[in-house]
DNA sequence: GGGCGCATGTAATGAGTTACATGATTGA
DNA sequence: TCAATCATGTAACTCATTACATGCGCCC
């Protein structure tokens, strides 16, 4: 049981929801946070309601499709917490996908790698520039810091990369074109 | 076709392997870079001999195990430069697991969440000494790089967590023990 | 003789995504 | 009248993990 059942908990904590409801707001407000999509949602609410941690009603406004209303039952809000203080007090282990190319910079001429990484940092402050011209304060203090979490790591990789970049062109004017392919045994 | 096929494909670039030996490297050095197990490897190797991209030989050492090992073939090469452009060309989106906690932090006392995440800080600072004592240099230049990487991340991770922390408890002494739960509706 | 290293996997399970299905209502 | 919004899902699939299975050789 990880962040999304979390995630679904404590939106249930704030106030009692349906599915769609839910949906909206994590596609709207959140979606630099979460990438859970719909589908997963509606199945996790159904097994949280199935598990006793959520409370189902079924509403109707006039003839507009039929709602399910999610509310959280004491053992939710147990459960909520539980999780809370787990997801809070642990360093999740980082990898990243892109540090697999990183490895094997080498087989590539070097400018046309360096090419590649200049498009990564271009994707990179495009990504920025979305998260910074998204509207700031209009959450509560924890969607605020999370969003501010996310945007700090993002300058932090970019700024890591322009550097990247910059020593990378600077040993390949010192060394000539390419590296020679000597010792392999240790990629 | 994600990361870990460019992994064991950039591996057989540099020496035909069997599974056990690739198995090993991953787990000896590689450990800080993927999280990938050995039955997937193993897996995913079988996958790629059948669809052309590696070629598979049995080999027998004495009376020890037989050992399958694997070759890239020329198909595989031309894959693995594609993996290997769209990798490093690509900005992975970052979310972390670590907001949905810092989303719903005012659901429990001041005090205790900022005791949680001073747990975590510990454990972040565990993970960052343990990458510090890391061999730095006996891998190849795209290796060391990675390394690098992951530990900037880590200590900007780490810088990052601990002025939240100072801030918390800041605004924590200003306003007095607990915040108005005044307007939900967002959080 | 007991445990670790070598070397390969299988089976069961879980988590999550994509693409699709349905059907009424509301607004331009 | 046509598209978007409301509201719920299902089915098929992919990807990866965990736990287990097997059996010989080597070293203490």
Redesign the pocket.
């Known amino acids: 049981?990880?962040e999304?059942e979390l995630l679904l908990l404590g939106m249930l904590m704030v106030q009692s929801q349906?599915?769609?409801?839910i949906?909206?707001f994590i596609e709207r407000n959140l979606s630099r946070v979460t990438?859970?999509?719909?589908?997963?949602a509606?199945?996790?609410?159904?097994r949280l309601s199935q598990t006793g941690y959520v409370r189902v009603r079924t509403e109707q406004?006039?003839?507009?499709?039929?709602?399910?209303v999610y509310s959280i039952t004491s053992a939710g809000a147990i459960l909520f917490l539980d999780l809370l203080r787990d997801n809070l007090a642990r360093a999740e282990r980082m990898t990243f996908a892109g540090d697999m190319g990183l490895m094997f910079l080498d087989h590539l001429p070097r400018e046309e790698a360096l090419d590649l990484l200049r498009q990564r940092l271009g994707s990179l402050d495009a990504q920025i520039g979305n998260h910074e011209q998204a509207p700031k304060h209009e959450h509560g203090l924890g969607v605020g810091l999370a969003l501010e979490h996310i945007l700090f790591l993002l300058h932090a990789e970019r700024d890591w990369l322009a550097a990247a970049i910059a020593r990378l062109q600077d040993t390949a004017q010192a060394a000539g074109v390419a590296a020679d392919p000597g010792k392999q045994e240790h990629l």
């Open positions: 049981m990880g999304r349906h599915g769609y409801q949906n909206e990438d859970m999509k719909k589908p997963t509606y199945a996790l609410l159904e406004q006039g003839k507009r499709p039929p709602r399910k």
